[in-house]
């Protein structure tokens, strides 16, 4: 006999998030499960972890694999304030969306329900964590703008697997997905209220698993400093355009996903 079917949605919650094709063909099958769980009476608890604490790449890259810029930062949008509403996402380090998920799932208050991951801790805007970034680097880097336009133009090419990146990018910084529902329904719950005593790694300290490797980049391995030629504050463009720093190589290799979100 089944005791809880944990869907392997882990993201957003399917039935509030409104992406773009290709991203919505992807939740429509999510919506399809929930519906088909419901009719058929399966007792089930829903995760929705929100974001990988990382930095979002809107193209090709999965974020777990991939730190944060040392060339520039894309910017999504203005970075901040859309209709005087501050657009943010909330980010959770995978080691705690396991840890809650397993608690969770065994949980009788979770019992058909959406279990919503929103750490106050760990809500930043896209400018917020780029300025922690750079505090974590002590460098300042370009930033670039990519408009809500841009990441549509992306997601409209059907290119996987950028495309369907670039349609929950807009989701989240464009529309605010993560952020623009309240969790008050009787299906609803916040898993940090039931478990107040247990701590969210902050994304402050997420950041630091990446300072090595960066560090490491930036000095070339050498112990020579390398300098960003373009330092100022904010670059604005239509397009997202490449600001090149000396002898810099990548970070590391892109590497491609199948889905995310």
Known sequence: ML????????????????????????????????????????????????????????????????????????????????????????????????????????????????VHFRPSSNCYSINELASLWENKIGLTIPRVTVTGDDLLAIAAENCLPKSIVASFTHDIFIKGCQINFSTDGPNDVEIDTLYPDEKFRCLEDCYEDFVPMALDKIHGGTGEEIKINDRKNLVESETTEEIKINDRKPLVEAVSITAMG
């Not at 999510?30 to 604490?53: Q, W």
């Open 3 to 114: 005791q809880r079917f944990v869907p392997s949605e882990f993201g957003h919650d399917v039935d509030r998030a409104d992406p773009v094709e290709p991203g919505l063909s992807m939740y429509e099958e999510k919506r399809m499960i929930r519906r088909l769980v419901g009719e058929y009476g399966i007792p089930y608890t829903n995760i929705c972890c929100n974001s990988i604490a990382s930095w979002p790449y809107y193209d090709n890259c999965h974020p777990t694999q991939v730190p944060p810029p040392l060339n520039h930062f894309q910017i999504y949008g203005d970075g901040n304030v859309k209709e005087f509403i501050v657009w943010a996402a909330y980010f959770v380090d995978g080691n705690d969306i396991g840890k809650f998920t397993m608690k969770a799932i065994d949980d009788i208050r979770t019992l058909n329900k959406t």
